[in-house]
């Protein structure tokens, strides 16, 4: 029996990071830091990079309103061929619900999709890469790094 292709084998590194949207934007726009996201991704071994669904949706909805959308959707199509794209499930709704009636009691409401993409880290067990520390850092058991403007 042949091996299979690299491309072929099963993703055999579990999630470590889930990458919030405006980690994923920042190479898409070229923002400023965006080669330091650019060298994380290419480092991360193959399998432990996710971004939400609802991210997903995020960019995809960016996309079409951004200047030179068909450039960008070729770029983003390659980012999804080296990471997972993790679906809302079952868990990842529960830990919202917590997070959002914590954040409701503690009047630090953030929004809708924030804290659905840190629920869902929490219930995958992965660091939440994000830029967006004012919203993410009000969120009590969640592991945060931020590639963006990293040292």
């Known amino acids: 029996m042949a091996a299979r292709p690299q491309a072929e084998r099963p993703l055999l590194q579990a999630v470590k990071y889930l990458l919030d949207t405006c980690i994923i ?5 070229e923002e400023a830091g965006h080669d330091k996201v650019r ?3 290419a480092a991360a071994p193959r399998g432990s990079l996710a971004i939400s669904a609802l991210t997903t949706v995020e ?10 959308p068909r450039a960008k959707r070729i770029a983003f199509e390659a980012w999804l061929k080296v990471m997972r794209v993790a679906p809302f499930d079952a868990d990842a709704a ?3 619900f917590v ?3 914590y954040l409701r009691q503690t009047g ?3 929004g809708r ?3 659905m993409i840190a629920a869902q880290a929490i219930a995958m067990g992965a660091v939440c890469v ?3 520390l004012r919203h993410f850092l009000r969120i009590p058991g969640l592991t945060i790094e931020n590639w963006l403007r990293a040292a």
């Open 99 to 101: 997070i959002q009636r």
């Open 130 to 132: 994000t830029d967006n």
């Open 59 to 68: 960019i995809w909805t960016g996309i079409t309103g951004a200047r030179e």
């Open 108 to 110: 630090q409401q953030i």
């Open 94 to 96: 529960r830990q919202a």
């Open 39 to 41: 060298t994380r991704i």
């Open 25 to 29: 934007e920042a190479p898409l726009k």
């Open 113 to 115: 999709t924030d804290p």
